[in-house]
Structure formats: structure tokens, C-alpha cells
């Protein structure tokens, strides 16, 4: 292999990347907003959840209860309902997303010390957000409870001296502050990555082809190895700055801390490229024009999307969707991604995702290799 001939090519594609405006657009531009839309936009947390009150009770108990409920960080009142047609029609409009209602007894249940029950009606249209927001009404109760029971112990003081309790404390690792922007930054990084790379390789070589310069590159004295890694350098190139684009707006503006090892996580999202790469050029042997190329890179891009539990976890997954999850090469790379970033995992626990992907890499390169070579003769 002639370094300096592929040296020639790969200034030569940098140089239209530099010069095609568009380009330099999809390189610099799209991930950080790709970032920023993922980021704040797409969100698993749950604030401020519109709440209205139907107070059959009307008594002192049950406005206390009423005022414990706003006043805690999860919800935020914003109408006052009386029949359970406001229900119907609160719920329709979409002015609120949870109803409490709490019935006729409610004092009178807590002062005879039986079991008083609270009724939270939600808007189940977006299932994730109802179950978390069930989930908060549960803590919200089950504190409102607790303190009401400490308070009639500590009345009773002089007769019980100690009762039997069970208390759970909770410790959180690893995102301690349940920030789902912690969680969906590092996948962002893996889709932007495999997204850039491989639809840029597979449309540049494309191009090659419908302008009709591909042809003459084929006759000058590069060899088709040469050719196939001129082409595809540049993009390694713009993958990795890329990378520390991404990586600095995570951590200087989004804030989230990368725990392990800068290096490793470089080199292991190298490894990666060489999959996105072998991908694109692979794209590239099969099609004919860009936009066959763009719609062959999206058929490649959404499984991975779905299944590398990027939006998804891979364990909620039907069984056998599961097993298909084994053949995408960005869920080894997310699991890789995700360990360096927020745990810390180093190569000691990351080596059998290192190796998939290496396995992955080289096997895509080697049959994008065979086709490319297959193309040109």
C-alpha cells in the first residue's frame, strides 16, 4: 500500500467537505443540535404534574392531606372539582393529568384509626408518564401516612414504649439524582457517531458514482484497498472530532461527569467507527444513487435505534427480540458507552462488549472490502 497516494486522496475529500457547506452543517452542526433536542426535549423525568382536587371530605384532615400533597416537589395545583363530570371533562381537555379524589369518611376513617383511602385518577394516554406519576402519589401517601402515625405514637408515648418498624432506605449509584439527561446523553453520543459516519461514507462514494468521477479513480494507480481506505479515513476523522464535540457540550453544559477513563472510551468509540464505516461502505457497493443510499442507511439505522436499548430497555423486550438485539452492533457499544461514563467500568468488565464489537468491525470491513473489490473489477 502507497501511503502517500491514500494521504493524497484523504486530503482530497477533506478538502470538498471543506468547501461543501452543507456538509460542514451535517458534521459540526447536527450533533450538538441532536444533543441539545435529546438533552432537554426527549425526557423521562416527570415535574410539575397539573393536579386537581375533588374534596368530598370538606373537612380540616383532609386539607391538610390536600396541602401536604402541593407542597411536595411532584405536583402543582390547578383546579378545584366537585362532580364526576369535571372528572371526565378535566381529564378530556387535558387540564389535568391526575385527579385526586378523596371520599366522603376521610377523617372520620383516620380518627377511628382504620384505613382511609385516597383515590388518584390519571390520564393513561402516555403510559410512562402515569406510571411514574402514580409512583409519586404512592411516596406522597405512604409520608403523609408515616407522619401521621408517628404523630399518634408520640401521643400514646407514655403507654407504648416501642413498636416494631420496617424502614427502607434507598441508595442510588451511578446517576444519583435520577437526571434522565445522564441516561439519554451517552446514547446520543452512540446514534450521532453511527449516524454521521455511515451516511456520509456510503453518500460520498455514492456520489463518486453519479458524477462519474469514481471511474477515474479507479484507473489511476490506486489499488482498491487504497481507494476504500482514502474514501473512508476522512469520515474516521470527522467521527472523532465528532466525538469530542459531543463530549464536551455533555459535560460542560449538560454536566455529566465522565467517571472512567477518557482513553479507553476514545479508543473503544474508534472501535466502533470501524463498524459505522464498514457499514457505509457496505451501503455504498449496494446502491446506485444518494437517495438509495440515505433510504438503505435508514434501514439500517432504526433497528438499531430500537433495539440497542437506546429508547427501550432491552429487557422489556419480547423474547425473541431480545436474542435479535445480539446482531446490533450499537448495543454493545451503549453498554461500553454507558459503563465509562457513569459507572466507571473499565476494559476488566467491558471486554466481552469489546470483543463483539471488534468481531463486528472487522467482519463488516472484510465483506465491504470483498464487494468494494467486486465493484471496481
Known amino acids: 500500500m502507497n501511503w502517500r497516494r491514500v494521504f493524497r486522496l484523504l486530503w482530497k475529500e477533506l478538502l470538498l467537505a471543506r468547501r461543501d457547506r452543507r456538509m460542514l452543517l451535517l458534521i459540526l452542526v447536527s450533533p450538538v443540535i441532536q444533543l441539545f433536542l435529546f438533552g432537554y426535549v426527549v ?47 378535566t381529564l378530556d381537555r387535558g387540564t389535568a393529568q391526575v385527579v385526586i379524589h378523596i371520599p366522603r369518611g ?53 403507654t407504648i414504649t416501642r413498636l416494631p418498624s420496617l424502614e427502607t432506605r434507598t441508595r442510588i449509584w451511578y446517576n444519583p439524582e435520577l437526571k434522565s439527561v445522564h441516561f439519554m446523553v451517552p446514547g446520543v453520543l452512540c446514534m450521532i457517531l453511527m449516524m454521521i459516519t455511515m451516511m456520509l461514507t456510503s453518500l460520498a462514494i455514492v456520489k463518486e458514482k453519479e458524477v462519474g468521477t469514481l471511474e477515474q479513480l479507479i484507473v489511476t494507480p490506486l489499488t482498491p484497498v487504497e481507494l476504500m481506505v482514502g474514501k473512508t479515513a476522512p469520515f474516521l476523522l470527522i467521527g472523532a472530532i465528532d466525538l469530542f464535540l459531543v463530549l464536551a457540550v455533555a459535560v460542560f453544559w449538560f454536566h455529566v461527569r465522565l467517571v472512567g477513563s477518557l482513553p479507553l472510551l476514545v479508543l473503544l468509540s474508534l472501535l466502533f467507527l470501524l463498524t459505522s464505516l464498514g457499514l457505509g461502505l457496505l451501503i455504498s457497493t449496494f446502491s446506485h444513487t444518494q437517495h438509495e443510499a440515505m433510504l438503505t442507511s435508514v434501514f439500517f439505522l432504526l433497528p438499531s435505534f430500537m433495539l440497542s436499548g437506546f429508547m427501550f430497555p432491552i429487557e422489556n423486550m419480547p423474547a425473541i427480540f431480545q436474542y435479535v438485539t445480539y446482531l446490533i452492533p450499537m448495543r454493545y457499544f451503549l453498554e461500553i458507552i454507558r459503563g465509562i461514563f457513569l459507572k ?34
Open 43 to 89: 425526557s423521562t423525568d416527570v415535574h410539575n404534574v397539573a393536579t386537581a382536587i375533588q374534596d368530598d371530605d370538606r373537612t380540616s384532615v383532609s386539607r391538610t392531606f390536600v396541602n401536604h400533597l402541593i407542597s411536595s416537589q411532584y405536583f402543582t395545583y390547578v383546579a378545584d372539582l366537585h362532580t364526576s363530570a369535571e372528572v371526565n371533562q
Open 106 to 158: 376521610f377523617a372520620r376513617a383516620m380518627a377511628r384509626n382504620h384505613t382511609a383511602q385516597v383515590q388518584a385518577i390519571l390520564d393513561g394516554t402516555d403510559a410512562m408518564t402515569a406510571g411514574i406519576i402514580s409512583g409519586y402519589a404512592a411516596d406522597v401517601v405512604s409520608r403523609y401516612s408515616t407522619g401521621v402515625t408517628i404523630a399518634r405514637l408520640a401521643r400514646l408515648r407514655g
Open 344 to 377: 466507571g467500568t473499565g476494559l476488566d468488565a467491558l471486554w466481552p462488549q469489546t470483543l463483539a464489537l471488534l468481531f463486528f468491525g472487522v467482519g463488516i470491513i472484510m465483506l465491504a472490502a470483498m464487494r468494494f473489490q467486486k465493484r471496481l473489477t
